[in-house]
């Protein structure tokens, strides 16, 4: 096996748009392990492998409902303006099925018949952990600009670029900026709105030097023509006069990435 191959793969895949994911994956398989050892929630009469197993899959399954919750459930925006609800909102989202997961576990390791107080018995122990989980999985998910890197020397041109109308093509892209549900591009040869999340659309900028400066922008390195700060906020003045915006959760990477 080729280590540094692999190392560079990971760190890759750690540092692109699935970084947060993979870091919160990589944080509750540790938690497993650290549950699997200590026997929690009844599992210690099991010997080491199936008790290693079944807590892998607790984890598994209590992170996917995190992530799709996460994703699919709750307002983008509350991760930086409300990340008490979202705390909470995934917490509960986690828990409820999990108790009833872990009951039902519990009461078939202990031959014991499932019922109100077999639930009532977990739920403590399964609050408690699910809220230590998540407030972890917040922890590792690090806000911090989601950086695209130029395409390689012969390399295939951003994706992105190719949902650009007509009357944009071979443009430069200057800023994507998210607006509802559509992206205002700003591009050498004007403007456009796109229908996309403006996630997924970082995901497809990879070719493109640039990174996330604000939850609803994304900006190209080579757009940008100063930078100013003002009432406590930072902006980046980009190629055609506009400006865009830098939130505080980008702010200290960007500006250690020499962006300003």
């Keep these: 096996m080729d280590v540094e191959k692999t190392l560079r793969i990971w760190r890759r895949w750690m540092e692109g748009p699935a970084g947060p994911w993979a870091r919160i994956l990589a944080a509750s398989t540790v938690v497993a392990v650290i549950m699997a050892v200590s026997g929690g929630f009844g599992a210690g009469s099991l010997a080491v492998v199936p008790r290693a197993l079944y807590w892998l899959g607790l984890c598994a399954v209590g992170t996917a409902i995190g992530i799709f919750t996460a994703r699919a459930l709750m307002p983008r925006e509350w991760f930086d303006r409300r990340p008490w609800a979202a705390w909470g909102l995934v917490w509960l989202a986690i828990a409820a099925p999990m108790s009833i997961i872990v009951a039902i576990s519990t009461a078939l390791f202990r031959h014991r018949p499932l019922d109100a107080r077999a639930l009532a018995d977990v739920l403590p122990d399964v609050l408690a952990t699910t809220a230590a989980m998540t407030v972890l999985a917040f922890l590792v998910r ?20 190719e949902r650009l109308p007509p009357n944009l093509g071979g443009a430069d892209l200057w800023a994507v900026e998210a607006q509802d549900h ?79």
């Design 142 to 161: 690090r806000r911090g600009p989601v950086e695209t890197h130029a395409a390689k020397a012969g390399g295939p041109p951003a994706k992105f670029l």
């Design 182 to 260: 559509y992206l205002r591009v700003h591009t050498s040869k004007g403007r456009a709105l796109i229908l996309m999340r403006l996630a997924d659309a970082v995901a497809e900028l990879e070719g493109i030097e640039g990174a996330r400066t604000h939850r609803s922008w994304w900006v190209a390195r080579a757009a940008v023509t100063g930078a100013a700060r003002g009432d406590g906020r930072a902006t980046l003045t980009l190629i055609d006069g506009g400006e865009a915006p830098v939130s505080r959760a980008y702010a200290t990477a960007l500006r250690a990435a020499g962006w300003f």
